[in-house]
């Protein structure tokens, strides 16, 4: 008598909504600007105007970033005054910019 294959269901290490956002991330993670501005900022908090004279773009540039990042829940702003201040929520979203650094160093 053959034997049957019994097909196993493999079983996904995330969720596919994982997937999904994750996706979304890369795509605003893409952009070199926006990977230095979470660098910097998890160094430390840092104004607008400090983020300009440090990248050496536009207000308007960095504003555009800035959005991007804070809509993607990558970074908060806190007011004082007419000033904004940055802070990333979770240092751990620049780690695998560090990590393929240090693979590049390491070639």
Known sequence: MPTK???????QPLPRTAYR???EIYKILANPKRLEILNLLREQEMSVEELIKTLGITKANVSQHLALLRHADLVTVRREGLNGYYNIIDPRIVEPCRILHELALAK
């Open 5 to 11: 294959k019994m097909s196993k269901k493999i079983k």
């Open 21 to 23: 956002r994750n996706a």
